[in-house]
């Protein structure tokens, strides 16, 4: 009994210790660091990537990496059109950043789960997690940022007198001005919400998969950790694009002047 009460804290310890963020300061202004270095190392990837493809553009036969671009660009695109219904030229470069920035978030629950954690070890860092969408504070971050972008344009398009008018009337006119209110404000703050935790529910669920994988035998380690690696790798990906999809939806919504 005491090995196998041994064996269950070195286990809880283990999922634990992977689990936790470096952070610094308390409370509301605590900052974990391992987020805000990979999600900088990962924006910052991620503009090298198409600067890079940028510059070596050619009309000629085009090379490994402007073909990716391409794709990428053309792939969003045709999202956007078959999605955003008004004009403006922000939506397109968001969008495909969002589906770049939220893949490359999560291709990194993808590396083997000891691997950066133990290299950081060596540097004496004591934690590290690296895959920012599994950080409430990394999806939240992006939701809430698409949301402001939800009231700007709809104050925009609508106007100020508009905005108000679809917040107090819409749906049952104006003889329920509150319950019409009520109904909005929650049906908006549920958008963020929404986003929010949908790519953390779904990466943090796959991140401990791979944790609990890691404790098990060698020799059974591979038989399913490569089988989930390639589940995951649709899911992530998935994750990306339900992400990118829902700002152009909820986006083209805000734009519609009704």
């Known amino acids: 009994m005491a090995t196998e009460a041994h064996a269950a804290e070195g286990a809880t310890g283990y999922i634990i210790h992977h689990l936790t963020p470096l952070s610094v300061g308390e409370g509301f202004w ?38 990716v671009a391409e794709m990428l660009i053309e792939f969003v695109d045709t999202q956007v059109k078959d999605t955003f219904h008004g004009r403006s030229a922000l939506i397109a470069p968001l969008a495909l950043t969002v589906f770049c920035w939220v893949f490359l978030f999560n291709f990194m629950d993808l590396f083997p789960v000891d691997i950066l ?10 934690y590290l997690r690296v895959v920012p969408s599994t950080d409430l504070n990394a999806t939240f971050a992006m939701s809430i940022s698409v949301f402001l972008l939800i009231i700007f344009y709809s ?30 404000v929650v049906e908006e703050i549920a958008k963020p919400i929404s986003l929010g935790l949908r790519l ?10 791979f944790i609990l994988i ?32 829902l700002t152009i939806v909820y986006l083209s919504m805000a734009h519609e002047d009704h």
């Open 117 to 126: 954690p133990m290299i950081g070890s060596a540097m004496g860092i004591p």
């Open 214 to 245: 890691a404790l098990l035998p060698c020799y059974v380690q591979p038989v399913l950790s490569l089988p989930w690696a390639i589940f995951h790798i649709l899911i992530i990906t998935l994750q990306a694009f339900i992400f990118m999809v």
């Open 200 to 209: 953390f529910g779904n990466l943090y669920a796959g991140e401990l998969i």
């Open 30 to 67: 605590t900052l974990h660091l391992d987020t805000l270095f990979f999600s900088a190392l990962l924006g910052g990837l991620f503009i090298w990537f198409f600067k890079t493809a940028a510059e070596k553009a050619t009309s000629g036969v085009p090379g490994p990496l402007q073909n």
């Open 155 to 184: 104050i925009k398009v609508k106007g100020v007198f508009g905005f108000a008018k679809e917040m107090l009337l819409q749906p049952f006119g104006p003889w329920l001005m509150p319950f019409n209110l009520l109904l909005k």
